[in-house]
């Protein structure tokens, strides 16, 4: 909510901000609803997050197969069932923007304060994120945080969230950070055309 105020030092430019307060007074989020975080791990037992972790306990894998419980989610890169960052705070990062706590005196407060963040780490390989997006559709997340991307057409991919499509979930993917014109210069999985990507 920016009011203007000064932020380490640097000003800033009222209202110039997500509207998150006025969007809350039509909805604050549902702990139904559960985003997948497919990224670098999530610290989940971080004290802003550790209340809207999603509760594998029933997880199931990317097959369908009863894995016996989860913590929090999967770890695709080192095939086990607990997905902690372990080079990069970047995934915990993007549960922190999407389900922080609210009005609990730590930290932030997330856009969406009271979702269920199921945390997928992977190696940034296209197999693995496969393998990610299966198992969020054998877990019930509606939605997936993609916050990583690149030049290269998969058709795996682009088949895998055309599932979740199906399914009835939604994509969230990073355009890029390049400032480049994705039409003259495709950036995946963004620039796929289906209907479920945002």
Known sequence: ????????????????????PEAWTTSESSSNVIVAVIDTGVAYNHPDLLAN???????????????????YGYDFESSDKTPLPD???????????????KNNAKGIIGVAPTTKIMALKFDFTVA?????????IQNGAKIINASFGGGSYSQSEYDAINRFNTAGGIFVAAA??????????HYYPSDYNLDNII
């Open 87 to 101: 080079s990069s705070s970047h995934g915990t990062h993007v549960a922190g923007t999407i389900a922080a706590g």
């Open 53 to 71: 972790m999603w509760d594998g306990v029933n997880c199931k894998s990317e097959n369908d197969t009863a894995l016996g419980g989860c913590t």
């Open 128 to 136: 693995t994120e496969v393998k990610a997006i299966d198992f969020d």
């Open 1 to 20: 909510d920016n009011t203007g105020q000064s932020v380490n030092g640097t000003a800033g430019t009222n209202d110039a901000d997500v509207d998150a």
């Open 176 to 185: 890029g950070n390049n400032s480049s014109n994705n039409e003259n210069s």
